[in-house]
């Protein structure tokens, strides 16, 4: 029966394939063939707990009673600093933990989700404390960990469920999917592991081993195919322990059964009822050869979906460094003792509500122009600042903006390439070097007078300061240049002294000689 079921699944990929690499999904009929299948339910319940309880990873937002892990590596873990979460956390806080961690762990892995979300619950242990954070805190302390956007959910979440919620979280997938950023997928992941409810998981890992599983073709992303991967990991899910099957789903497809190269079948606890294996042995067996072109293999599924090509962008970015009246400039001056300008990206939009250094899209014909750059930043600064930029030893302002800064040093750093989720950001960075009297407040956003909310942050704070990747990669690539060029100074000081003594040295020489040659 089985081999039956796994010769319609090959039949119905096949069908796809003929189709061509940018056909459509499995056809509506192939879907409801394939959703009509039984799993061997019973054996991959059992073989998958069985296999998570003795491997399953230690993580803060975790917690398995019936964990089977060696007591060495627990201790190992613990040493490390890697407790799983205790167990005797009421639900409402283990609700919020899962919570925080299903957020944080979209899109990103697990590994670096587990070090945000420990500095997260030390700051923010319950969700009543998150509630009165405001959202540059949460943005400096998600700073680095991509997709900015869930940040916000989770303040907003916060201020919902303690505004609206009395502070208790809901406990069932329905409910749950109230909370601001909560669909689907979260919804289940927290109601089937912190509240035992009877839900379905299904994300990228889940959706690849229930294609192995069933040798399923057709883009994955189908409205068909979407319900689909619902329907079967409904039907396979475990009703006594739902939310370790779960965590067991997503463990396998995130540590055997991966992506983007070969499965690690021979460790794989269901491979057993796996059509895709069985039909690399079935092909095997046959007499074909394994790898060969055309020759089937595990990692076919699910099938790959050409991704659409990331929009190039082309940006110039200013590090405005500020110099302290009485410094000389020279080099740039001292960085800990200056300020450094940063603007407030608009509140929605990429980044949204994000501090960066001034930063400007260039248009094509502006893009590979030096002086055009230049004046485009010049107009922003002078508009932002309020203040006519001259050069060392430029006139005064006559008429217009009345007051001044000097433009001490200004040079361009180089290129960087910042790539987002769907951009490929080119960013042109120069350092301009001010010097003069100007308020160093942080000013709130006019929108109506086209002005952007800005900060001025001491040197000796920026490297600590929460700021995105891209951010610290143009910081970085500053510090940089600047060390070069203090370096370079250093060299031209330490052998300038010595030439002079070696003038007066050779001078006294000199006067030596003639003095004996007149006696």
Not at 168 to 186: C, D, H, M, W
Not at 216 to 240: N, Q, Y
Not at 340 to 358: D, E, I, K, M, T
Not at 389 to 395: E, Q
Request: aromatic share 6%; proline share 6%; hydrophobic share 40%.
């Amino acid at each position: 029966m089985a081999g039956k079921r796994a010769q319609t699944a090959q039949a119905a990929a096949k069908r796809t394939s003929k189709k061509g690499p940018g056909a459509a999904a499995v056809e509506e009929s192939d879907v409801e063939d394939l959703g009509s299948f039984k799993f061997e339910s019973d054996e991959i319940r059992a073989g998958l707990l069985a296999w998570y309880d003795a491997h399953h990873r230690i993580l803060p937002w975790r917690r398995n009673p019936h964990s089977k892990l060696p007591t060495a590596m627990v201790a190992a873990a613990a040493a490390d600093g890697t407790h799983p979460a205790p167990p005797d956390l009421p639900q409402n806080e283990f609700i919020y933990y899962v919570w925080v961690c299903e957020i944080m762990s979209q899109q990103t892995q697990v590994s670096r989700a587990a070090e945000y979300f420990r500095r997260w619950v030390a700051k923010w242990p319950t969700v009543q404390a998150l509630a009165e954070a405001s959202q540059e805190e949460v943005n400096e302390l998600w700073a680095g960990l991509g997709y900015y956007r869930r940040a916000r959910y989770l303040l907003d979440g916060a201020k919902y469920i303690v505004g609206q919620c009395g502070g208790r979280f809901p406990t069932t997938a329905k409910e749950l999917q109230s909370i601001p950023g909560v669909g689907a997928y979260t919804s289940a992941a927290i109601a089937s592991i912190a509240c035992g409810e009877r839900s379905a998981v299904v994300d990228g890992n889940v959706i690849r081993v229930l294609a192995r599983l069933r040798a399923v073709a057709g883009d994955p992303r189908s409205a068909a195919m979407t319900k689909l991967w619902a329907d079967l990991a409904d039907a396979l899910l475990d009703p006594e322990r739902p939310g370790d099957f779960n965590q067991a789903m997503m463990e396998l497809g995130a540590t055997v059964c991966v992506p983007n190269t070969e499965p690690k079948c021979g460790a794989c606890p269901v491979a057993a009822s796996c059509a895709a294996l069985r039909g690399v042995r079935e092909h095997e067996s046959a007499g074909g050869e394994p790898g060969a072109a055309g020759a089937p293999r595990v990692a076919d599924y699910p099938t790959k979906v050409e991704k659409a090509e990331k929009r190039e962008e082309t940006v110039a970015v200013a590090v405005v460094q500020l110099l302290p009246p009485a410094c000389s400039g020279g080099g740039g001056g001292d960085v800990a003792g200056s300020s450094f300008l940063l603007v407030q990206r608009p509140p929605s939009g990429l980044l949204a509500g994000l501090w960066q250094f001034p930063l400007l899209q260039l248009r094509p014909e502006a893009a590979d122009s030096p002086q055009r750059q230049q004046q485009l930043m010049d107009d922003y600064l002078q508009a932002q600042l309020g203040a006519t930029l001259r050069p060392a030893g430029g006139a005064a302002p006559q008429g217009g903006l009345a007051k001044a800064l000097t433009v001490v040093e200004r040079r361009p750093l180089g290129q960087l390439v910042h790539v987002f989720s769907h951009i490929r950001m080119t960013m042109k960075v120069e350092r301009v070097v001010l010097q003069g009297e100007l308020e160093t407040g942080s000013r709130p956003a006019d929108e109506a007078a086209g002005l952007a909310a800005l900060q001025w942050v001491p040197g000796r704070e920026m490297q600590a300061k929460g700021l995105t990747s891209g951010v610290k990669k143009v910081y970085k690539l500053f510090l940089d240049s600047h060390a070069k060029a203090t370096s370079k100074q250093s060299i031209t000081r330490f052998f300038k002294p010595a030439v002079a003594v070696a003038g007066i040295d050779a001078a006294a020489d000199t006067a030596a000689a003639s003095g004996r040659r007149r006696k």
